[in-house]
């Protein structure tokens, strides 16, 4: 087995876009944790795919919304590989309602697993590499409703801005300790979120996505590998003077 580049731990990486990350940071290099909820069959098909690119792999089931599972995390996976040198705060759920028809607990529900869960990864990470001296990576998943608000999807819309705020403040407070702090916006990837996401949208507003991407400059749909594409830098020494940024992987939705 090759020398480790380090350990990178991966939330919500069991499948779509988390998986696509993993399996990216594995092939650069990295031994790579996953989390995911209790229950999720998928994280040891993950974890084997890490493993076959002759990588270490460390799973770990639980909520990032609870304090205590993601300190359990955190120690878990330093347990297991050794440290944590990148924190991809992937984990999220969707959430497709306008401002008049949401309940304040399914509100509540999407700020807590998408905001809440982003910040005690942030913050627990963040704890980790102070403590380990040498810096690091810290990347959260934002989106490109996070860029322009979405009415069809005001909470997640809501917390996806959150994630661009925290980011960068975040980022200005942990320069001092050579660790940056960005984020990705996707926009539609070929995932089972987006699978939801779009006939959703089809069912309940009368919106086509299929149509939409037709008419921007890259008119097929993104894959979890696109994304992944985009940490791998950001988590490479080549990402070490970009920081407090979120780029958009969303086959040019938003300019910037």
Not at 18 to 38: E, K, M, N, Q, T
Not at 39 to 59: C, F, M, P, W, Y
Not at 65 to 80: R, T
Not at 84 to 110: C, P, Q, T, W
Request: net charge negative; aromatic share 6%.
């Amino acid at each position: 087995m090759a020398s480790s580049k380090g350990v990178a731990l991966v939330t919500g990486g069991a499948r779509g876009i988390g998986r696509g990350i993993a399996l990216r940071l594995a092939d650069d290099g990295f031994d790579v944790a996953v989390s995911d909820l209790p229950g999720t069959a998928d994280l040891t098909v993950v974890k084997k795919e890490i493993e076959a690119k002759g990588r270490r792999a460390h799973v770990f089931e639980g909520d990032v919304s609870k304090e205590q599972s993601v300190i359990e995390l955190v120690d878990s996976v330093v347990g297991a590989l050794g440290s944590l040198d990148v924190m991809v705060a992937n984990a999220g759920i969707a959430h497709l309602k306008s401002i008049l028809d949401i309940s304040v607990e399914e509100f509540e529900r999407v700020l807590a697993v998408n905001v809440r869960g982003v910040m005690l990864s942030y913050k627990y990470a963040a704890k980790q590499m102070i403590a380990q001296g040498r810096g690091g990576r810290i990347i959260g998943a934002s989106s490109a409703v996070g860029v322009r608000g979405s009415g069809w999807s005001f909470a997640y819309s809501t917390s996806k801005f959150a994630v661009r705020g925290m980011t960068q403040a975040v980022a200005e407070d942990m320069g001092k300790h050579n660790i940056t702090v960005n984020a990705y916006a996707p926009g539609a990837i070929d995932t089972d979120m987006y699978k939801y996401m779009e006939s959703t949208l089809s069912k309940d507003f009368g919106v086509e996505v299929s149509g939409m991407l037709q008419h921007l400059p890259i008119t097929r749909l993104g894959t979890p590998a696109d994304v992944g594409h985009v940490v791998s830098f950001l988590a490479s020494e080549h990402g070490g003077f970009v920081t407090g940024q979120t780029i958009s992987v969303d086959g040019g939705v938003h300019f910037s």
